[in-house]
């Protein structure tokens, strides 16, 4: 197939699926006479994981290590475990840092009145923060 229909199948952007195969992640797929790119089930199934990869954040060279192991069939599920665990470790700290920013954020919106005088506990809590200073400004 061409690599709009590739595209399609996989559910990336044309441009995307270039430059997976550009960058080495995906091989290349041949060439027809006429030049074109021409996909396989095997290349499409490939790119399909690279999506849901990347759709759980894994990063460009954590995919090119699940690729690896995806294709090597003596693998040890330890070693995919490892990778993957290293990944919901790091979603885990986001979901802390966000929990955090949805509270501060949460508490300021509480404080503002919203009313026309210009005292604003949300642009002080901004102000604060961004000089490093306690709420009172020491």
Do not use: W
């Not at 490939?46 to 999506?51: A, G, I, K, Q, S």
């Not at 885990?92 to 005088?117: F, I, M, N, P, T």
């Amino acid at each position: 197939m061409n690599i709009s229909a590739a595209s399609r199948a996989a559910g990336l952007p044309t441009k995307t699926v270039r430059y997976y195969a550009d960058i080495g992640l995906v091989p290349a797929p041949a060439r027809s006479s006429a030049g074109y790119r021409s996909y396989d089930e095997a290349s499409v199934r490939r790119l399909v994981f690279v999506r849901r990869a990347r759709e759980f954040g894994f990063s460009i060279g954590e995919c090119r290590e699940l690729l690896g192991l995806y294709g090597d069939r003596d693998r040890s599920s330890a070693d995919v475990k490892r990778i993957a665990s290293r990944r919901l470790d790091e979603i885990r700290r986001k979901q802390l840092e966000l929990q955090s920013l949805h509270d501060e954020l949460s508490r300021l919106v509480d404080a503002c009145k919203g009313d026309s005088r210009p005292d604003c506990p949300i642009i002080d809590g901004l102000r604060d923060q961004d000089l490093g200073t306690d709420r009172a400004g020491n």
